[in-house]
């Protein structure tokens, strides 16, 4: 059998894309026929992202910070009128600083409540509401961590808010299936970007280590042996949106080389 993936042509949204993980994910979709718009909260960022992209198909940029009620907005209008309607999201959010529980303040969890819960519940409200004005189904698919299932020590604001992303996608599944509307996650464990790095430095200056020995600490509980790419992480949001996965909805795929120890 011919594996059809039904990608080309569709239109897609990639929040949170100038780098990282989104970048990858915008790419992938390019490199399959969809018709992307990208995003991020810096404008410079997104031109270059833009101009690194556009060789590969047709791509769009938009600049919203996340954090912002009118960014998203705006963000949701210019995509769903530059590609004449929306079939794909695919959320991304930018990171909260690492940190224990007791060093973070009521500002900070204000602040990383805004950007990973309110961010990802107001998108998905205007997206919906496109998909079901434009009555022909459609996918989202949203990023999260490992963390919700295993927190760790040092990324208290991670793990305490990301979890609020699986309850959205079960939410979201039960109440848009009728409209063939799928909802899913991923739960990244430790993929190759700024990201890692940033959180290795953090980990390697708390344990007075060097950031290369908080990496080879790292690796060596991950049972596949190395930090995942990208490109990896990116080949799984490809599934979702596909017509492969046509039966999978309020599903959360952790996508982390068997880092997570639990069964369930
Ligand atoms: N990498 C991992 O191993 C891993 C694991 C679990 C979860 N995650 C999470 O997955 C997400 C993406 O991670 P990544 O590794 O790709 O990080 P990254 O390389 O640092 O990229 C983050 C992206 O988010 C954008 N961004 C930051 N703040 C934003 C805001 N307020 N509004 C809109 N866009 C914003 C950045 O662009 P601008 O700077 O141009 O705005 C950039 O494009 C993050 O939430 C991260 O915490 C990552």
């Known amino acids: 059998m011919v594996l059809e993936f039904g990608l080309v042509g569709?239109?897609?949204l990639v929040t949170a894309s100038s780098k990282g993980i989104g970048f990858a994910v915008a790419k992938a979709f390019l490199l399959n026929g969809s018709r992307v718009v990208i995003s991020s909260s810096n404008g410079e960022n997104?031109?270059?992202?833009?101009?690194s992209l556009a060789s590969l198909g047709e791509v769009h940029g938009f600049t919203a910070d996340l954090r912002s009620k009118n960014d998203i907005d705006g963000l949701i209008e210019y995509a769903s009128s530059k590609l004449g309607g929306l079939d794909t999201l695919v959320y991304v959010a930018g990171s909260p600083s690492p940190g224990v529980f007791m060093e973070k303040t009521y500002e900070d969890w204000e602040e990383a409540s805004r950007l990973l819960v309110l961010s990802a519940t107001y998108t998905a409200k205007l997206v919906a509401q496109k998909m079901l004005s434009q009555g022909s189904?459609?996918?989202?698919i949203f990023?999260?961590?490992?963390?919700?299932?295993?927190?760790?020590?040092?990324?208290?604001?991670?793990?305490?808010?990301?979890i609020s992303v699986a309850g959205l996608v079960r939410t979201l599944a039960r109440e848009l299936g009728p409209w063939k509307i799928r909802v899913n996650g991923v739960m990244p464990g430790y993929i190759a970007t700024q990201r890692v790095e940033q959180v290795l430095k953090?980990?390697?200056?708390?344990?007075?280590?060097?950031?290369q020995q908080a990496l080879e600490?790292?690796?060596?509980?991950?049972?596949?042996?190395y930090v995942g790419t990208p490109e990896e992480l990116a080949n799984v949001v490809l599934f979702l949106a596909s017509s492969l996965s046509s039966?999978?909805?309020g599903a959360m795929i952790p996508v982390d080389g068997g880092l997570l120890n639990s069964v369930f």
């Open 46 to 51: 997104v031109r270059r992202a833009v101009d």
């Open 217 to 225: 600490s790292l690796v060596k509980q991950i049972p596949l042996g």
């Open 202 to 211: 953090d980990t390697a200056k708390r344990l007075n280590v060097s950031p």
């Open 137 to 140: 189904g459609g996918s989202m």
């Open 247 to 249: 039966y999978v909805t």
């Open 10 to 12: 569709k239109r897609v």
């Open 143 to 162: 990023l999260s961590s490992y963390v919700i299932k295993e927190p760790v020590p040092n990324l208290a604001l991670s793990d305490v808010c990301r």
